[in-house]
């Protein structure tokens, strides 16, 4: 018990250590060279920046963070909804393959001035572009899962007469939850890459105005101020996915841990 | 455990009737035959095994009889009626090798789904405990299958197989990949249930012992594609149990069997053969 509870602190020790040690080479380096603020700013100055006003920076992140969720739930039911079509038909697949596949190669960048100008700048837009850019991995994973079938229990069901309809709620849909997973560790940077190129484009709100004002002020520490928050976003919402999983795929054995 | 009311509708006509049964598969643009000429009767009660080498089209006479495959040729009937009605009558029970237990549920509810597929049943869970009593395994009910070894799988599957009391029992070399002193086990656990349920068993199996000691007759398959080399009644007292196989008419049987199996062929793997023919 005592080992195993000394074992922990040694995992999370070990990359505290090691962030605070780079963080520390940062700030002498930063010092030692007097590099210039606007170029490299040290990590005291970027945590000044983020206290100075951090109500800014959690009202953007929250935000941003709504786009991104927004549009990752978004993706995951239409895309799950038509995986179920397409995992029930061939012909339905190959039929719907290719606008799926145009829509994943067209670059979003490209796309995004299109939907401020359908959208406007609240956070629809936002939202459908995150969406969008979360669409393909979902659909590609839920159809792949939901074809997972063991059919040795697809047999059996069907020995003891199980509808279509029985089938799929209690083997298909059970079965298809660790692609679900998978094409959601994947879906949650490209969320959060969406929200913030809309933000980018329309200058609204969120994050991503956030960084554009400071890059037009050369304010170089609210700009890395930003890009933190974006990672503590990132991995805030990469671990609440891992945590759900974790609870919904006990049984499944080669569940990747964070 | 009384089936009083299935025994006063038991149509004096066999169980499976199969006649000139025969199938073929595509492989790119032909087909292979997978079975040809295959008759075969299971009578009411009657423990029939199916033995054969890999590849002769076991485990595909086993699926046409659950009705999972139509037959390309022949006819077949199960309790009097085509497979599909079979099915549908639910007094099927399949037990593969490999089970096919839905990981995500224990135990008990793995067993319990086979009762809620029917629809409500009052006293489902009491019902539930006394299957996996009977089958060794009330200790293990709140277990998840990815925690059972392969022995208490099995057991799960057969109480699963169990459930709405089937006329007819499927099994797919249900103990294959099990150890052999689970497998021994398991032999007499089913036999046990057989006795009680006074069900039909066709019980497909690459090993010639079990064959002999499981089943009232052995269906020889060889040949690819399949057919019927011979059938032998295996006329060994019951209820059978391990002292048997010291027993010289046992031993002749074996032998019997054995005979049928390697004048057919020369491979030297029929009884270890690789598990997991093609369907």
Redesign the interface.
């Known amino acids: 018990m005592k080992r195993k509870f000394q074992r922990n602190i040694l995992i999370l020790l070990t990359p505290a250590l090691v962030s605070a040690l780079l963080l520390a080479v940062w700030e002498t380096w930063v010092r030692v060279r007097d590099v210039k603020e606007y170029l490299l700013p040290a990590p005291s100055a970027i945590l000044a920046a983020l206290l100075d006003d951090p109500g800014r920076f959690a009202e953007g992140a929250r935000l941003s963070l709504q786009a991104a969720i927004g549009g990752l739930l978004l993706a995951s039911l239409g895309a799950f909804i038509l995986a179920v079509a397409m995992a029930h038909s061939r012909a339905l697949e190959r039929a719907l393959y290719p606008p799926a596949l145009a829509l994943k190669v067209t670059p979003i960048v490209a796309v995004a001035p299109l939907f401020t100008i359908w959208f406007g700048f609240g956070l629809a837009p936002k939202v459908l572009i995150a969406a969008m850019i979360t669409f393909f991995p979902m659909l590609v994973n839920s159809v792949v899962g939901l074809r997972s079938i063991?059919?040795?229990?697809?047999?059996?069901?069907?020995?003891?007469?199980?509808s279509t309809w029985?089938v799929f709620w209690?083997?298909r849909v059970?079965s298809s939850l660790p692609f679900v997973f998978a094409g959601l560790r994947i879906s949650v940077p490209l969320s959060l890459i969406g929200a913030v190129v809309a933000e980018f484009l329309s200058g609204s709100d969120g994050i991503g105005q956030l960084i554009l004002i400071a890059n037009g002020d050369f304010d170089t520490p609210v700009l890395f101020g930003a890009i933190f928050v974006l990672a503590a976003m990132g991995i805030l919402l990469t671990a609440s996915v891992a945590l759900v999983e974790r609870k919904v795929l006990f049984?499944?054995?080669s569940s990747v841990r964070l | 455990m009384t089936n009083t009311s299935r025994d006063s509708d038991v149509p004096p006509e066999p169980v499976v009737e199969v006649r000139h049964l025969s199938h073929r598969y595509p492989v790119g643009n032909e087909t292979v035959g997978a079975l040809t000429g295959v008759d075969l009767t299971v009578n009411d009660g009657e423990f029939v095994a199916v033995i054969g080498p890999s590849g002769c089209g076991k485990t595909t006479l086993l699926s046409i009889i659950a009705g999972l495959l139509p037959p390309t040729g022949g006819q077949v009937s199960v309790f009097g009626s085509d497979t599909r009605a079979a099915r549908r009558s639910q007094a099927l029970g399949l037990v593969t090798q490999d089970p096919g237990l839905l990981p995500w549920l224990d135990v008990a509810s793995n067993v319990l789904l086979t009762l809620d597929i029917t629809g409500p049943h009052d006293g489902a869970d009491e019902y539930v405990t006394e299957l996996l009593e009977r089958v060794g395994i009330s200790r293990f009910a709140r277990y998840y299958p990815g925690q059972l070894s392969g022995g208490m799988r099995q057991r799960v599957a057969l109480a699963r197989a169990l459930v709405h009391h089937p006329r007819l029992l499927l099994m797919d070399e249900p103990f294959g990949a099990l150890d052999e002193i689970s497998r021994e086990e398991m032999r007499f656990e089913l036999l046990k249930v057989w006795e009680q349920e006074q069900m039909s068993v066709v019980f497909v199996t690459h090993s010639i012992r079990e064959a002999v000691l499981l089943a009232d007759r052995v269906v020889v398959l060889t040949g690819q594609p399949g057919r019927v080399k011979d059938v032998i009644e295996i006329d060994l007292d019951r209820p059978r149990t391990a002292s048997l196989e010291d027993s010289p008419r046992y031993l002749s049987l074996l032998a019997d069997v054995r005979g049928l199996l390697v004048s057919e062929t020369d491979r030297s793997d029929l009884v270890h053969a690789i598990p997991g023919n093609r369907r």
């Open positions: 063991d059919p040795r229990a697809h047999d059996f069901l069907r020995t003891i007469n199980a029985q209690r083997l059970p049984w499944y054995q």
